[in-house]
């Protein structure tokens, strides 16, 4: 983390000398890149689940996004276009270095977003020191930190107004009871995770409900059913993987709080979320394009925001449907001592969120960089998984729903409908932030 943090402040540093009244010198995207990894790496501390990682994303970068709309006319406010999202008029601010103050907008909105946001207020000190001793400026360094603030302050509103902390004012989600629902697993049992996620406001769906996927493959444990051909394929597939497909399941696990046995003991493991994977992959994106500044900030701002509403969508489903888990069914309808590759996420079986939430965020950049744009991702390198190149977005996001077939936590409908599903949420998103703005 602390290597994160000396690059971000040595970019601000170069970013702030310039006089604010000209064109400033554009720090490199692998900057906002390192931002991100700081964030993850709070996030990786505080134990957040997918959905609400996708929340401290979006919210955080669209503060960095307002400042930029502000700033810069290539880039649409998003007044008009997201749901119920306020005019945030321009402040009177002179002497001010705006896309300074889009990164500390980012700053202050997660500052106050995340648990473990003290964090980053260490890191935000730490930043305004360096600057001094850069000898920046003074009043440009105050003006950019008092409009990141002013701008925060207006999105943390909106957040607090999306509906999320009314979900711990609802009762405590129990199991549905009866065959074929979901129950949680080994070898944590661990609660399920954000039930009532489908509450919370969109960003631009029209509702959690918009667009409904087709109906799973019902529960019947009778042999030659189609369900349990669906059980039978997700046993005898986990029983027989070659390395390659263990090496895909295990790159797109990214389970945020797996557990493991140690004897006696049950540890915790921590790694990243789906969600932080995708946004690592944007900023790998940017890199390579060679984005400016602030379009590195408007592709990290619409992926975060394709995120939450395709988690929204997705775990709507999950607790609608609320299907079994392949764990649960094959070792009690096929083999008792049958263990997935991957361990299985504390929520409902259909559909498959890494389905849904890769193949939105690979449609939206698709639409940035291109239907063909290659790379190599190493967002994980650090968690010891070994970088792997991809011809596209959309092959990856395919790879990334098919490993969790692999992984023996979905069965293949759910992975087939959830990449039907993100595909809507990524067009949808497209629809809306742009084609409808041209």
């Known amino acids: ?8 402040i040595s970019a601000v540093c170069c970013l702030a000398c310039n006089n604010p009244n000209v064109t400033t010198t554009e720090p490199q995207p692998e900057k906002i890149l390192a931002l991100v990894n700081t964030m993850s790496d709070i996030m990786v501390h505080d134990v957040t689940n997918p959905p609400l990682a996708a929340r401290f994303f979006a919210y955080s970068f669209l503060a960095g996004y307002e400042v930029i709309s502000q700033n810069d006319s290539a880039f649409t406010t998003m007044y008009g276009v997201l749901n119920k999202y306020p005019q945030i008029k321009k402040p009177n601010i002179k002497k001010c ?30 930043l305004n020191e360096s600057c001094r001793s850069a000898h920046i400026n003074q009043s440009t360094i105050e003006a950019s930190v008092e409009y990141g603030v002013y701008v ?60 409904k996927p087709v109906v799973p493959v019902p529960f019947n444990a009778l042999k030659n059913s189609p369900f349990y051909v669906l059980m039978d394929d997700v046993y005898h597939t986990g029983k027989n993987l070659n390395t390659e497909q263990k090496a895909i399941a295990a790159f797109w696990d ?53 995120l939450m509403d395709a988690f929204i969508y997705c775990w709507d489903e999950k607790y609608h449907s609320n299907r079994i888990r392949p764990e649960t069914a094959i070792r009690k309808y096929i083999d ?34 291109g ?8 967002v994980e390198a650090a968690y010891g998984l070994t970088p792997r190149t991809y011809t596209s977005f959309k092959t990856a996001a395919a790879e990334a729903a098919i490993s969790r077939f692999y992984g023996g936590i979905h069965f293949m409908d759910a992975v087939q409908q959830g990449v039907q599903q993100g595909k809507q949420v990524g067009t949808f998103v ?7 703005n041209r």
Request: glycine share 4%; hydrophobic share 40%.
């Open 371 to 378: 239907q063909t744009f290659s790379y190599t991702d190493d």
């Open 254 to 306: 990214c389970n945020p709080f797996a557990i493991q046995d140690e004897g006696h003991l049950k540890v915790g493991i921590k790694k990243i979320s789906p969600g932080a994977h995708w946004m690592g992959i944007a900023g790998i994106a940017c890199k390579k394009a060679k984005s400016s500044f602030n379009k590195t900030i408007q592709v990290h701002a619409v992926t975060a925001l394709t």
């Open 1 to 8: 983390m602390k290597k994160c943090a000396i690059i971000i």
């Open 430 to 436: 497209i629809q809306k932030l742009f084609k409808e």
């Open 336 to 369: 008792h001592s049958w263990i997935p590759l991957l361990q299985t996420p504390p929520f409902p079986e259909y559909p498959s969120g890494h389905s849904v939430i890769s193949t939105a965020s690979a449609e939206v950049l698709s639409w940035f960089f």
């Open 152 to 211: 925060a302050e207006q999105i943390l509103k909106y957040a607090k107004e999306d509906g999320y902390r009314n979900i711990s004012d609802y009762p405590r989600y129990t199991p549905r009871p009866g065959e074929g629902y979901w129950f949680p697993t080994p070898p944590a049992f661990m609660a399920a995770v954000e039930p009532f996620f489908n509450t919370v406001r969109p960003f631009m769906l029209n509702a959690a409900t918009q667009f």
């Open 97 to 126: 270095n705006y896309q300074l103050a889009a990164l500390y907008a980012i700053i202050v909105t997660a500052e106050k977003l995340q648990p473990s946001g003290k964090l980053l207020n260490n890191f935000k000190q730490s």
